[in-house]
């Protein structure tokens, strides 16, 4: 009974719980799952600088800008991401629980913080309750909170809400401390992913709108000058990173014009949502471009935002709570609708949903609490949460496995022949040879995609039919794909067309300059050709950005090469150990003189 009292003397409290249990239970099948094969190998499993905690490691993360270091971690600048995955791997190891364990802990410390925040900015305690709530259900977060490589989103949703909380305390009671806090939060959100830098400057947004808890101007703009400018300095490295490893590209590679492209984004994203799209990681609009009832609900969806925030009260009266909730949405699309930064990233994605679905959270909160009958209002939030709840599950089910993720993604997108490879790389890791050649056939008859048809020229290695894998092999890389590159020029070299085989090798480190396995393959076809400064040069490219034991015991042939067998010596004693280069280091050390 004393709980039921505590529920009933505070609603927005039992609601907040309630959505921390629904997360929790919505999640909890992440627990036991392992990696995918979508960026979780490169960013997290294989990642040599983010598996040694070390003090080298954190210089890296923090200070290292050059080229091979940012690839190897994201080709970004994002060092609180890097720095929460090194955690993860000196607690958990590849325990890949542990990591998930970690992803859904950022994600409810989130939905806890959110609240606290839009209550702190003067949103009613229920109606802020109620918005976290549907927030916490939504499946579009199950791309961010199921999958290890978007950690980032997690943790900046996290810190942009402690953000929002210490500058909402600062301007309301006037302590240095939440400043300070709001100030390093702030910082830590542009650190976590760059995009969220918008949800810092929706502060300045949320102030004018929800005005009730002000203690001064002067005040309030002192804190945000402050959160602002430490935000705009932590850009800079952000911004250079990007810029440099080409991650800002111009023109728009988008499959329609641009102001097209950001209405249909716009109301895809409102479908998406609003739950009447099922989750994937691919989806028409990526490569088809917008659907008519994508630029219906986009303008529509505009309008509707821009008069709800730009309305005077003297025309309408717009709860201020509807209004923040539009500006959330809007400020949290406008990153990702590409009209100010056209990013070399995925077009659409469930996982730029995260902070604008607070928004929309949020406008359903001050809906349910606008009707007037309670009992239309509790069956309402019941069905919605439920909805959301179902759906959510359905959702995060789709990362339980590499083929899963894939077989929702081509089955969402079929033209998407970068999901078809993906789904026969994933098939064939399991085993499932059979299925995967049916699928790859089916893939081919949709999409001539490069790396679709790289996948067509190694199974057809596999099947021992070398010279149509050749051909497969050629038209893949001369359509582009820079590993089938490396690949044709392998086979050309073993077929002794080395000069050919080198022209390829040098196209794909050309292409590719931070790709290692085309620096390896690279080194090993100018060492046949006599190439021997060119074959160096490209082993210690391989080796400086995949320090691994094939690089090392490439880079001691290398030295050996060039008659520096006192470098190569030590290179070839960390290979003894090796399963499948201790012999062939070992034959090596014994030519080697004392």
Known sequence: MGVLDRARR????????TALVLAAIAYAPTLARGIVNYDDQWLVDENWILRDPSAASLHAMFFDLARETRFVLGAEYLPVRDLSVMLDHAIWGSTYAGHHFTNLLVYLLSIATWFAALQAFGIERRT????????AVLPVHAESVAWLSERKGLLAMLFAGVAALGYARFRERGRGAWLVAATIAAVATVWSKAPFVFAIAALAGLEVIL??????????????????????????PVLYVASDMSVIVQGNPAPAGTIEMAVGLHGFYLRLALMTVRNAVSYPIATSGPAIIDLIVGTLGLLIVVVVIAIPRSW???????????????????????????????????????????????AAAV????????????ALIGAVVLAGLMRTLDAQSSWRDSGTLWHQAVVSNPADGHAWSMYTEALIAEGRTDIAMDVLAAGLRRSRAPRLLLRKALALLELGKRSDAVTAMRAAAEAGEVRAMANLALLLGEDGHTTEALQWARRATTDAPLYAQGHRTHGKLALAAGQLDEALEAFERAHKLFPDVANRF????????????????????SCIADPALGAPARARLQQLPP
């Open 211 to 236: 005005p009730p808890v002000r203690r001064a101007w002067r005040r309030s703009v002192a804190g945000l000058a402050a959160v602002g400018v430490a935000s705009l300095a932590a850009f800079v």
């Open 554 to 573: 490439n880079l001691a042939l290398g030295l050996l090469a060039k008659q520096r067998a006192n470098e190569a010596r030590p290179l070839l004693e």
């Open 316 to 362: 309408l009266r717009v709860p201020s709570a509807l209004r923040a909730a539009a500006l959330l949405w809007l400020v949290g699309w406008f990153p990702v609708s590409r009209l100010v930064l056209p990013l070399k990233a995925v077009l659409v994605a469930d996982r730029y949903l995260l902070l604008p679905s607070l928004g929309l959270a949020l």
């Open 128 to 135: 802020a309750a109620l918005a976290v709530l549907v927030w």
């Open 10 to 17: 505070d609603p927005g409290l039992a609601l907040l719980v």
């Open 367 to 378: 809906g349910f609490a606008s009707l007037a009958s309670v009992r239309a209002r509790r």
